[in-house]
């Protein structure tokens, strides 16, 4: 199976702190996305890394590939109550439009 | 970009009653995803559909699922005969313009409890 894994399963820090979410896989991939879930909600589509980039930022979004070792990592920096929820890792496998792996996800709380 | 809508935001129904989920572009794309989420577990693939024929599937989808879409706007998972085990978010994604990127787009979802 291609679908990964994040850790921690729950992360808890205080506002201003800056949390780590990492996530492995098992095959090959095109390019891996990290996406964000609300309780209850849909999932919004946060930052996109491809398989030939090892670093990716986005405001205070940054992300790190490494293929070697099939793992990513997500770093929020100067975190804020609003960032609580779940994040999940999503892989594809090949190009275009195939369907994606997700995670196991990460629910992150951030305490005001 | 904006994200799909999905309908109704809640079903409920009894075991063995057939559902329709459905999902309604903002503006015509041409692939669209169904996933599904047991509570407090992962999202599973369910289907792909472009230009109005499945284009992949996964052994969830079996024969008591069904897509289509059948006024080429609004894009439905039908479920013929429901099961407890049915019971879960239903997400339907389409695809971001720019395919190699493979960005998904998700509506808010449809929680589908069976009783």
């Known amino acids: 199976s291609q679908q990964g894994e994040e850790d921690p399963q729950a992360l808890s820090i205080q506002e201003g702190e800056n949390a780590t979410m990492n996530c492995s896989y098992k095959?090959?991939?095109?390019?891996l996305q990290w996406y964000r879930q609300n309780s209850g909600r849909g999932l919004v589509h946060l930052i996109l890394?491809?398989?030939?980039?090892r670093e990716k930022h986005s405001g205070r979004l940054r992300v790190t590939l490494d293929t070697s070792k099939k793992s990513s990592s997500l770093l929020i920096t100067a975190s804020r109550a609003a960032d609580t929820a779940s994040y999940f890792c999503?892989?594809?496998?090949?190009?275009?439009?195939?369907?994606?792996?997700f995670g196991t996800g990460t629910r992150l709380t951030v305490i005001p | 970009e904006p994200e799909v809508t999905q309908t109704p935001s809640h079903q409920v129904t009894q075991m063995g009653q057939e559902v329709i989920l459905r999902c309604v572009p903002i503006?015509?794309?041409?692939?669209f995803y169904w996933y599904r989420q047991i509570l407090g577990q992962k999202v599973e693939f369910l289907v792909s559909?472009?230009?109005?024929?499945?284009?992949?599937k996964s052994e969830i989808f079996d024969d008591q699922f069904s897509v289509e879409r059948p006024d080429g706007s609004n894009f439905t998972l039908k479920i013929r005969s429901t099961k407890l085990e049915d019971s879960a978010m239903y997400f339907c994604?389409?695809?971001?313009?720019?395919?190699?990127?493979?960005?998904?787009?998700f509506g808010p979802g449809t929680r589908l409890t069976v009783l």
């Open positions: 095959t090959s991939i095109n390019n």
């Open positions: 994604a389409r695809l971001n313009e720019d395919r190699d990127r493979n960005e998904q787009f």
């Open positions: 503006s015509n794309h041409l692939y």
């Open positions: 890394i491809r398989s030939n980039e």
């Open positions: 999503a892989t594809a496998v090949r190009t275009g439009a195939n369907n994606l792996f």
């Open positions: 559909f472009y230009n109005n024929e499945i284009s992949e």
